[in-house]
């Protein structure tokens, strides 16, 4: 095992500041850094010593040797659940990093706690694996959610395609009358926060609102598992489940991996899966849509969900290229990465009608994700621009509206994803085939 | 992409096409719907064909009966509960608010079929003549897009009771007559000659450290086939006598002689960004535009060379500007000490402000982008550089000024590229714009706001929502929206009239537009806009001012804005640029005033120059 790289920003708000230096002797569970602001403890992952404090992650030569036990967290009231989920230094594990001790804070006067068990990223498989293998554990971190924030009603968001996990589920939810299921389409994206509450409790939320406009929070569900371990076991976050797939050697399939130490390099994790098959394209951190490339050196975070391996791009010759640039997908700077990659030059952007700024500056936000607000002038768009390919970063509903109007101006099209869905052996982000309805279980059980 | 309940009301009898695929089952709203804007477009690429689509107001609330794809026309059999059609409703006929005006008979009359439908049936016969006269149609159902027949009178009619103009400023400008220019021992006007002190060159290149060398040329008429590098600024030569201010009191002015800017860089770049008129002057410049010199006038030519790489930067062109200006203001100085004897003509501006008649405003977009795009605001002397404020500097923020400062030559115009469609420091003193808002006593012209174009888009926004602010303030009934140039510039033109037209107030635009300048963006407020296109292909032909605003194009706007302050529709613009827009709307507004328009010459005129033959015609 190489060193473990804890980088110092690893959640929505400001870094973190050190409070380790270079010398000391950490622990599993030793914190090792406070928030600045909004933020939340970090924890060391591993047994060593720390190598060096960078201005962005602390370097710590783990030990030989790695006991499973761990340095128990502190708190003044042991009974103070919300407490204890703040000291754990727990943030939205989904991947969106947000502390989750202040998501939970707030009352929401017997609402609900919305559980996002989407896993709405092709290719990842640790979520609903989790719901498979650590269902009580879950559960139970969903009812200390629902006690901590005041909510009457609990609700899972899965899709209705992960059957094994739907029958454990409602196994498990069966004898408590506050708890229910609410199935999803298989469409891209139904795991985005607002497509959550949008389709559980049918409110379609403002790009600027939260959840808790509409009473509820919500909660990715390896997040409950993080929340009942601080407050069962008194054990901090610094780990995380993911999923690693991709150009490997043995194949393509799905490997998962529970509990790994935050830090851990992007290259040990490839190593363990079987390393990469070369030649490859580029490697993902994140899932297809929104993940970003990353490099072997490259620690896991709080929010690493999937690291992916993807095959070689195509080569475009330089042909030129239209952008369109959706919430759903990359940003403006992933889509031209793509576009250099598979060595195209861009001739016209266009952001989806429906992608918004929240704020000036800050990441897109669809108004109303996996509902498509019509693409056909984008396309007269690119095809007056002179493109003869497009690369779209569009969900399922968006991407088939492109599909009814591009291929008949004769623009070629790619999806972001391509690379990844053809390695993986996904079908490709083109026509939808599937309905957006899907049938409910009878009362949600 | 999927419309807003609005304008799905808007375009109710348009046909109605799914933007997206749609699950059977659902009741179509109009976010389903496709915004008919681009029917037109699909339609030519293949992709729509929309025999037997339902209108959006038979579709909106009924029930989609089998799961479609987007781009698919909503006919009868995938759709239950449609509604019954309606009848496009006639606008309101104007017949009450024009009644009191005298040219009321035209407008009543075209106002029922301007937005409607002329229906003729006929069905058997031999010999049937139809004669229906163009006036009657709403000014040809077939093109009239810009100005809607039956233009003028319809606000004539004033809300208020008639109140007395009251007469706020006049400006008094005495012309002096000059019709020959040479160098001699000092300057001086000697009856209608002008001398230029020799050697005066050397103090215009020491003046600024840009400029490595200026030469003066003095072109007659019988010189007009020479050579020239880019022509930057074409300026009048006045001064204003004794202590009077800019914009008020009495102006001199040499009539038969003007300055003019070129020059190049010291590598011999032309001081200029898309395009430039480097060539022979004859070929190059579009005669009596109003920033344009006149057939027959002599030039002072200034060639001058800025240091290299300056070309493109502010520095540059403000340098040769202010070392050109050494040499007009020594001829101001002679030109304020001329016996009154030598005047031959004497013109007075006055502003009135016309209580109870629509109150509007002209706002003028000047360019601001800062790299070579600049203008000074407000110099002491007519088109000086001492005392203006370069608009950059200032933050491209709105600056109010009153249409005779305007025509007093308030604006030093730093903008040379783009030749044919930007506007030169004489424009100004010779707006047709604000000559026709001040002159006509059907409306109240309260003032001129200049504002900047700035580079950056937030910047834009930030100029566009002061002028917004202001036009609420002004409380006026309606804005014009004039800007110079294309492209980069559009996107503020169009926040203007967002930002005023979100105010309830009407808006006429003005830009060079047709085919090469054709609007990059858009937003519902710009329904009324008037093209400045003069050129024969609709684009920028490199002849200097060639497309910029005439008094034409003035007219034009004025008409439009009565109309639309009146309430009148104006029909939406055609897909493609179509010429007979224009002049449908001439003819319109000359069959209701009585009066004729001159239209003006196009490059057409001109002898071919080896640059159009190779780029252009």
Not at chain 1, 58 to 75: A, G, L, N, S
Not at chain 2, 29 to 36: F, G, H, R
Not at chain 2, 73 to 92: F, R
Not at chain 2, 489 to 508: K, L, T
Request: hydrophobic share 40%.
């Amino acid at each position: 095992m190489g060193n473990v790289q804890i980088l110092l920003r690893q959640h929505v708000g400001a870094p973190c500041a050190a409070i380790v230096q270079a010398g000391d002797e950490v622990k599993k569970g030793t914190k090792i850094a406070t928030p600045t602001g909004l933020g939340a403890n970090i924890f060391s992952s591993v047994y060593g010593v720390v190598e060096e404090v960078l201005e962005d992650r602390i370097v710590i030569r783990p030990d030989e040797e790695q006991k499973e036990e761990f340095v128990p967290i502190e708190v003044e009231d042991e009974n103070d659940k919300l407490a204890l989920v703040k000291e754990a230094g727990i943030v939205g594990m989904g991947g969106a990093g947000f502390p989750t001790g202040v998501k939970i804070g707030t009352d929401l006067k017997g609402g609900y706690v919305l559980v996002n068990a989407a896993e709405c990223e092709p290719g990842l498989r640790h979520n609903i694996m989790q719901l498979e293998e650590k269902t009580d554990i879950t559960i139970r971190g969903l009812k200390y959610c629902m006690e901590i924030s005041n909510a009457s009603k609990g609700i899972i968001a899965i899709k209705k395609k992960n059957e094994k996990a739907v029958q454990i589920l409602r196994d498990a939810i069966k004898d408590d009358d506050s708890l229910t299921i609410h199935l999803l389409p298989d469409i891209y994206p139904m795991g985005e926060e607002r497509a959550v509450v949008r389709e559980c409790l049918d409110k379609l939320l403002d790009p600027t609102q939260l959840p808790s406009a509409a009473d509820a929070v919500v909660i990715n569900c390896e997040t409950l598992l993080r929340i009942a371990e601080a407050i069962e076991e008194k054990k901090p976050c610094y780990s995380k489940n993911m999923t690693v797939i991709g150009k490997l050697n043995g194949g393509n399939e799905p490997h998962v991996y529970m509990d790994i130490p935050v830090g851990t390099s992007v290259g040990d994790m490839i190593e363990r899966a079987g390393g990469i098959e070369e030649p490859y394209g580029e490697i993902i951190m994140g899932g297809p849509f929104t993940g970003k490339s990353t490099t072997l050196d490259a620690p896991v975070t709080k929010t690493t969900g999937g690291i992916i391996v993807t095959i070689e791009f195509p080569d475009l010759h330089g042909a030129p290229v239209g952008l369109l640039v959706c919430a759903c997908g990359g940003s403006e700077d992933r889509m031209r990465e793509i576009c250099e990659k598979m060595n195209g030059k861009v001739v016209s952007v266009a952001r989806c009608k429906q992608a918004v700024e929240p704020k000036p500056g800050a990441a897109l936000k669809c108004e109303n994700p996996g509902n498509c607000p019509g693409q056909a002038q984008k396309c007269l768009q690119f095809k007056k621009d002179g493109a003869e390919y497009i690369i779209i970063g569009n969900c399922s509903d968006c991407s088939n509206t492109v599909m009814g109007s591009a291929p008949k101006m004769k623009l070629k099209t790619f999806h972001q994803t391509d690379h990844v869905m053809r390695t993986i052996g996904h079908s490709l982000y083109r026509r939808l085939t599937v309905s957006k309805q899907v049938d409910q279980l009878p009362n949600g059980k | 992409m999927s419309i807003t309940a609005e304008t799905a009301k808007a375009h109710a009898h348009d046909p109605a096409v799914l933007c997206c695929r749609a699950e059977a089952g659902i009741t179509i709203e109009a976010a389903n719907l496709e915004d008919p804007a681009i029917f037109d477009d699909l339609v030519d690429s293949g992709l729509l064909n929309l025999d037997g689509a339902l209108t959006i107001e038979e579709v909106l609330g009924a029930k989609l009966t089998k799961t479609c794809d987007s781009l698919c026309p909503l006919t009868a059999d995938v759709v239950e509960g449609a509604k019954a059609p309606s009848k496009p409703a006639a606008p309101e006929a104007a017949e009450e608010e024009a009644a009191p005006a005298p040219a009321a008979a035209p407008v009543a009359a075209a106002a029922p079929a301007a937005g409607g439908v002329l229906k003729i049936h006929i069905g058997e016969g031999k010999d049937i003549d139809l004669e229906i006269p163009v006036g009657a149609l709403g000014g040809g159902s077939a093109a009239a897009a810009e100005v809607p027949a039956g233009a003028a009178a319809a606000v004539a009619a004033a809300p208020a009771a008639e109140q007395e103009a009251k007469l706020i400023r006049s400006l008094t400008r005495k012309h002096f007559n000059i019709t020959e220019v040479k160098r001699g021992p000092e300057t001086k006007i000697e009856g209608t000659t002008l001398y230029i002190r020799e050697g005066i060159e050397k103090e215009c290149i020491d003046s600024q450290k840009l400029v490595y060398d200026l030469k003066i040329d003095i072109i007659t008429p019988a010189d007009y086939h020479t050579y020239s590098e880019t022509i930057m600024d074409v300026q009048p030569i006045a001064t204003k006598e004794g202590e009077d201010e800019l914009g008020s009191g009495v102006t001199r002015v040499l009539d038969g002689v003007v300055m003019m800017v070129t020059g190049t860089d010291a590598n011999g770049v032309q001081i200029g960004e898309f395009g430039s008129s480097e060539g022979f002057l004859d070929e190059n410049i579009m005669w009596g535009r109003p920033g344009a010199p006149e057939k027959g006038e002599i030039f002072i030519k200034t060639q001058v060379t800025v240091k290299e790489g300056t070309n493109m930067e502010r520095p540059g062109p403000l340098a040769a500007h202010t070392a050109s200006d050494i040499i007009t203001q020594e001829i101001r100085e002679c030109l304020k000490k001329l016996d009154e004897s030598l005047v031959t003509d004497t013109e007075t501006f006055d502003q009135y402000r016309r209580p109870g008649k629509k109150k509007v405003v002209i706002v003028k977009e000047i360019m601001g982008q800062g790299a070579m795009h600049d203008n000074l605001i407000l110099p002491v002397e007519p088109v000086g550089i001492l005392g203006g404020k370069p608009n950059v500097d200032l933050g491209n923020v709105p600056v109010a000024v009153s249409p005779l400062e305007v025509l007093d030559g308030c604006i030093h115009a730093l903008t040379c590229i783009g030749p044919a469609s930007k506007e030169m420091s004489r424009h100004y003193w010779r707006e047709p714009l604000v000559l026709e808002a001040l002159h006509d006593e059907e409306i109240d012209l309260c003032g001129v706001i200049f504002v900047g174009s700035p580079q950056i888009n937030a910047e834009k926004f930030y100029v566009s929502k002061r002028v917004g602010q202001i036009c609420e303030m002004l409380d006026v009934d309606g804005a014009f929206v004039t800007t110079e140039g294309f492209g980069n510039n559009h996107i503020d033109f169009a926040s203007h009239h967002e930002q005023i037209g979100m105010r309830g107030i009407p808006v006429v635009g003005m830009s060079f537009c047709a085919v090469q300048g054709a609007l990059v963006v858009g937003n519902k407020y710009m329904t009324h806009m008037v093209d400045n296109n003069k050129s024969e292909s609709g684009i920028e032909n490199e002849v200097l001012a060639c497309n910029t605003l005439c008094p034409e194009d003035a007219v034009r706007a004025v008409q439009m804005l009565k109309n639309a302050m009146g309430g009148e529709d104006v029909k939406a613009a055609e897909k493609k640029w179509n010429p007979n827009v224009k002049s449908s709307n001439v003819e319109a507004i000359e069959s209701v005033t009585g009066k004729g328009l001159n239209l003006v010459e196009n490059e057409q005129s001109l002898p071919m120059s080896q640059k159009r033959k190779e780029k252009y015609d």
